[in-house]
């Protein structure tokens, strides 16, 4: 077995998920698109990763790379490549799948709670999460159903919170790879996001305690998670 890591930008990495290849000793490449690499070929991977960026979507003539992308995550699908977006992952996975991705009504950053569909709670990769749970969020846009695609999460306002297409795709609107590290590191990286809340730091200062109270149960339901998606990946090849 083999997987392929993409990165959109350098602050968002693999985070968890990397430990977990680490542990479970599963070889992996991290390929970063924002240094103008290009996407390996697909048929030396049998699941690939689509991590999140600051970027949206529909910005391709900004970031040429995204059109590379989608004919890729196409091709991945097409083939039956195991495959997993987070984020911008996800919203990338349900452009390639015919859904629209749009603004979403609120950002979301910080802990927000989610609670799973009655085919979510059934899903291999969730039966074994509580019914609702709290997830770690930094988005602004969101992405409609694909058509055929079965909805797994659901929360207020943020409707589709996390889908599976067919067996073998899923798009995940929250982060379940992030560390206490990353989510500090990304509050200084992206700094703007508080621009304008007055006064800046109730946020900040709140998102850091419920990170605190929370990181510890996330990490443990992420990297079974993560195992889990894993296991399937290596059922299916």
Known sequence: MNVLIVKHVGVEGPGLMED???EEEIPYQIVNLESEIHLPRLHDFDAIVFLGGSMNVYEEGRYPFLREEDLFIKEAIQRGKTVLGICLGAQLIAKALGAKVTKAPVKEIGWFDVSLTKQGSCDPLFCRFPKTFSVFQWHEDTFELPSAGTLIATSKPIHRQAFRY??????????PEVTEEMIREWMKTYEKEFVGVDPPLVPKLRILGETEEKIGD???????????????????G
């Open 20 to 22: 977990c290849l680490r």
């Open 166 to 175: 067919g067996e073998n795709a899923y798009g995940l609107q929250f982060h």
């Open 218 to 236: 996330y990490q443990r339901r992420g990297a079974s998670f993560f195992k889990q998606f894993f296991k399937l990946s290596m059922q299916r």
